[in-house]
């Protein structure tokens, strides 16, 4: 017998027709496709006029490829752009359901953080403001709090332990505000985030499921619960992210052109995705009961980097839910939603290189049976993502060999009469022309429409600090972007041959915070992209300088790969920048409350439990420390001390953690007999019988720590 699975209950009329959505679908796809099958055969049709060579069938195969990306890309800002001429009333949203609904919330919501050596204060401190601003709202007692730990850091691991327990001290959240640590953390977020729905997910209706950088405004979350609640149908809800916090060039350039041109390309996604969207793996809120009886997800067939367990989970969480019939939504009018980005090029394309292998991984699954249109959709856009740049490399150097043929063998062409020049009577040089005019602005267009935007709208044109930096950033902006992306496509195209050669991806923590990357850490990093410009150009100038001249936006972005880097991770660039309004985003001028509350987030620091102290950090203060070690043994199974314990116990008394491998320091760590003999010991033996590390840290304890050290005599 059959077990019966979990359906979408019927309550009665859905939120968008399936005959509304088809029609929605085909026009704009088939938009998409007509306008790229024009470019494509206006492409043959020069082709023809040039006589074919063997190099043009390749180069048109991928032109068709490329330029059907740039076509979806660009109509999905046309399409925005319409959706918002039409009016917020006649738009597609989710999230009217909500809208004139008070009262309290009906199920119970939890919020989980997972973390993954992470700063344990900055965590907290977005906790805390999170669980402020729903308290604001009234509907707290409808919410519970978990920070989900991976961490691998021993000396983090215990920070977590203290940053939380002042936390929870400082708000009353015990009881309210959750701390797990793995002891092992098997298959990485996703793990993760099955080991809480398999844990403590039946007791709640659905889970808002953040990054350990993300921030969310309370009433938004609570209007996310009241649609959820509304709508039995709805498997997941997803917000689209501000970025904030800059302080580099590149995460200034990040966050201005996603808060400006950002809104486009959304309202244009959700014009055709519907109830057919996609999960990002952050700042939405999933319903539990369909997300755990569906969103197991099984290892791939065959060894990583294509097969083993599979790193961009949250599109195929959401490929499932859709293919059993829940609906997934992009809430594309949620603001209080944000997040941060990777503060330099080198951190950026660190965290692309995992995101490459999960999203190529996908293409294990887009022609699996029984998956809806959208959702091959969306990951055949996922696969494309980084696809697309060794195809735009393969692009250029098909059209470098063409060009190379063309000047080198000095033969005369006799030019066919084409289609286009006995319609249009267009020459060669005319038709070259227009395609390049065409493409270009697929290229620009979304920018045009979204500053076009800014500019006319005065509450948009105000947030971002009126009409001349709006103009100034959006210019500064494409400018970089420019000579960024041929270094972006050089370094996925590296990824890309890397994964294809059987080379997997470790899981790393993200750097959040830095000042800049070195001259040093910048030419190795980039010395793929700057020995390739350096090639290219003294090739492109032998084939002729008119050729050199087309080809060098490409080439002078991968010869200055290694400055731009560098000039784009300094924060006092940014700041400079900051000063003069320039890159300037509404969330930077005009904090909202959520921003300033963890700002000014304190809880998590208290003098009394403090486990970031020099003297006593980490697992020296777990041992040491009355308070933390009496924190930590709290958090751990109560067992009885065991000879190996024991002896455990004593070698890291003797010896210092550092005496102790990591996995034996580990294990220690959580055994509660030996951590509280451990404490006794150090402030009982005598110093010759323990470690010197032990009997500094103990010695701190005759200073405050607040106050400087002694100078030390000769």
């Known amino acids: 017998m059959e077990t019966p699975t979990l359906s979408p209950p019927d309550s009665g009329k859905p939120f968008f027709s399936a005959c509304r959505a088809f029609f929605r679908r085909a026009f704009f796809l088939g938009s998409v496709a007509i306008v790229n099958l024009a470019a494509s055969l206006w492409l043959a049709d020069l082709f023809w006029r040039m006589q074919w060579q063997k190099a043009h069938f390749p180069l048109l195969a991928v032109f068709i490829l490329l330029n059907g990306l740039l076509v979806l890309g660009s109509f999905h800002a046309i399409f925005g752009a319409l959706d918002m001429l039409i009016g917020r009333k006649r738009a597609v949203r989710i999230t009217k359901l909500a809208d004139a609904k008070a009262g309290p919330l009906g199920k119970r919501h939890a919020v989980v953080m997972p973390v993954y050596n992470e700063d344990s204060v900055k965590v907290c401190a977005r906790i805390e403001a999170i669980y402020r601003s729903i308290d604001a709202t009234g509907q707290l007692a409808a919410f519970d709090f978990f920070i989900l730990s991976d961490t691998r850091d021993l000396d983090l691991w215990v920070m977590e332990e203290t940053s939380w327990t002042n936390l929870c001290r400082q708000l009353g959240g015990f009881g309210r505000i959750y701390y797990r640590r793995r002891k092992t953390n098997e298959n990485r977020k996703a793990g993760n985030i099955g080991d809480f729905v398999r844990t403590w997910g039946g007791g709640y209706e659905a889970m808002l499921v953040l990054d350990a950088d993300s921030l969310m405004d309370g009433a938004d979350i609570v209007k996310m619960a009241r649609v959820m609640e509304a709508y039995p149908r709805l498997g997941i809800l997803q917000t689209p992210p501000k970025l904030i916090r800059g302080s580099s060039v590149f995460t200034r350039l990040q966050q201005f052109a996603m808060r400006l041109y950002g809104p486009l390309f959304i309202r244009g996604l959700n014009y055709w995705q519907l109830g057919g969207g996609s ?136 030019p066919f009469e084409s289609y286009v020049e006995r319609w249009f009577g267009f020459n060669g040089i005319e038709q070259s022309l227009i395609l390049t005019v065409f493409i270009f602005t697929l290229l620009f267009l979304p920018k045009i429409l979204a500053v076009t935007r800014a500019i006319f709208t005065r509450d948009i044109r105000r947030s971002f600090g009126g009409l001349l930096p709006i103009l100034a950033g959006s210019l500064l902006e494409t400018l970089v972007s420019m000579l960024l992306a041929p270094c972006i496509m050089a370094a996925h ?23 800049g990357t070195s001259w040093g850490d910048a030419i190795r990093f980039h010395a793929f992209p700057t020995l390739l410009g350096a090639a290219w150009t003294v090739l492109a100038i032998r084939i ?119 996995n034996e320091l580990s294990e220690l760590l959580y055994l509660a007999p030996a951590m509280l003999m451990m404490h006794r010991a150090v402030w009982l033996r005598s110093v010759e019988g323990i470690h010197s590390v032990w009997t500094q840290s103990v010695e701190s304890y005759r200073r405050r720590l607040d106050q400087p050290s002694a100078p030390e005599t000769t």
């Open 544 to 662: 002729s300088v008119v050729f050199a001249a087309w080809m060098s936006p490409i080439l002078v972005g991968l010869l200055l790969a290694a400055p731009v880097s560098v000039w784009t991770s300094r924060s006092r660039y940014g700041k400079a920048l900051a000063k003069r309004r320039i890159l300037a985003t509404p969330e930077e001028l005009k904090p909202p409350q959520v921003i300033r509350l963890a700002d000014e987030a304190t809880a998590a620091l208290d003098p009394a439990l403090d486990a970031a102290a020099d003297a006593r950090r980490g697992v020296i203060a777990a041992v040491v420390d009355p308070y933390v070690n009496g924190v930590h043994v709290s958090l751990l199974e109560q067992s009885e001390l065991t000879d190996v314990g024991e002896a455990l116990a004593e070698r890291c008394l003797t010896l210092g953690p550092s005496g102790l491998s990591k």
């Open 493 to 515: 195209t590296l990824m890309v041959l890397s994964i294809a050669l059987g080379r997997a991806v470790g899981w790393g923590n993200q750097n959040r915070e830095t000042d």
């Open 279 to 414: 999960y990002w793996g952050h700042n939405a809120l999933i319903r539990l009961k369909p997300f755990s009886e569906f969103c197991e997800l099984p290892a791939l067939p065959g060894r990583e980097p294509f097969g083993g367990r599979i790193l961009s989970h949250d599109f195929v969480e959401a490929a499932l839910m859709v293919s059993h019939g829940w609906e997934v939504w992009l809430a594309w009018d949620i603001e209080g939603t944000y997040e941060e980005a990777p503060p330099t090029l080198v951190d950026h394309l660190i965290r692309d290189r995992r995101w490459c292998q999960g999203n190529l991984q996908h293409m294990w699954l887009i022609f699996a049976r029984k998956l809806p249109f959208s959702v091959r959709m969306h990951l055949f856009m996922g696969i494309m993502a980084y696809l697309g740049s060794p195809l735009w490399f393969l692009f250029l150097l098909l059209g470098t060999w063409v060009a190379w043929d063309r000047f080198s063998s000095k033969l005369s062409q006799l």
